[in-house]
């Protein structure tokens, strides 16, 4: 069984920066990847970002350039460096785990969110 932690949630003014880690427990298939997702009030839980075989993070847009995904090499931990902060960033963040692409298949794990608010 899988388990996933995030921690480093927080309140930032606009402009500042977060780390979010994110720990596995458990087997972790090697061909699955990691990523980031999150969810903002009343809104659908949406892609942030991910880990891919070939090496090449995917983000969402609305993060491009603002937001780096990282993991350990023995891909129990992964981590979201999050610059630039703006209040529409403000959501739960979910880390997940999944062996399909996570821009278009739902991941198979799931960690308990952590909050993240952008306030001044």
């Known amino acids: 069984q899988v388990q996933l932690v995030e921690s480093g949630g927080g309140m930032v003014q606009p402009g500042g920066s977060l780390r979010l880690s994110c720990a596995a427990s458990?087997?972790?298939?090697?061909?699955?990847?990691m990523g980031w997702y999150r969810q903002a009030p009343g809104q659908v839980r949406l892609f942030v970002a991910t880990?891919?075989?070939?090496?090449?993070?995917r983000y969402a847009d609305s993060v491009k350039d603002r937001f780096t995904i990282s993991e350990d090499s023995a891909k129990n931990a992964v981590y979201l460096q999050m610059n630039s902060l703006k209040d529409e960033d403000t959501a739960i963040y979910y880390c997940?785990?999944?062996?399909?692409?996570?821009?278009?298949?739902?991941?198979?794990?799931w960690g308990q969110g952590t909050q993240v608010t952008v306030s001044s």
């Open positions: 458990g087997r972790i298939p090697s061909d699955y990847r």
């Open positions: 997940a785990a999944g062996r399909k692409d996570m821009r278009y298949w739902s991941p198979d794990y």
């Open positions: 880990t891919s075989a070939d090496g090449i993070s």
